[in-house]
């Protein structure tokens, strides 16, 4: 069983930045790739970034070229380097990682982003 757990988010000014972290509790070797999902009041939750176990990168077209998702195999972390952070980044923040049978979800980290 494997627990992904997120830290990192916060409040920060429109233009700013954030780092956040996602690492695993338990074995990750059954994980095929890591993913950073967000959901926003009222709406659905919706992909940002994924990493495959190769390094395949993937962006929602709304966050490509301000958003860099990188991942530290050695100690089962992943990331989202968020910049230019926009109001409608506003969103709780999860991180994803895809097994073999089954998805296993974090807790998710609150980002706001005020104008």
């Excluded at 993937?58 to 490509?64: E, I, L, R, T």
Aim: aromatic content about 10%; charged content about 15%.
């Amino acid at each position: 069983q494997v627990q992904p757990v997120e830290s990192g988010g916060g409040l920060v000014q429109a233009g700013g930045s954030l780092r956040l972290s996602c690492a695993a509790s338990g074995s990750t070797l059954t994980i095929n790739a890591m993913a950073w999902y967000r959901q926003a009041p009222g709406k659905q939750r919706e992909f940002v970034a994924r990493i495959g176990t190769s390094g395949l990168i993937h962006y929602a077209d709304s966050v490509k070229g301000r958003f860099t998702i990188s991942r530290d195999s050695a100690n089962n972390t992943m990331y989202l380097q968020m910049n230019s952070l926009k109001p409608e980044d506003t969103a709780v923040y999860y991180c994803n990682f895809e097994g073999l049978r089954r998805d296993y979800w974090g807790q998710g980290t609150q980002v706001t982003v005020s104008s």
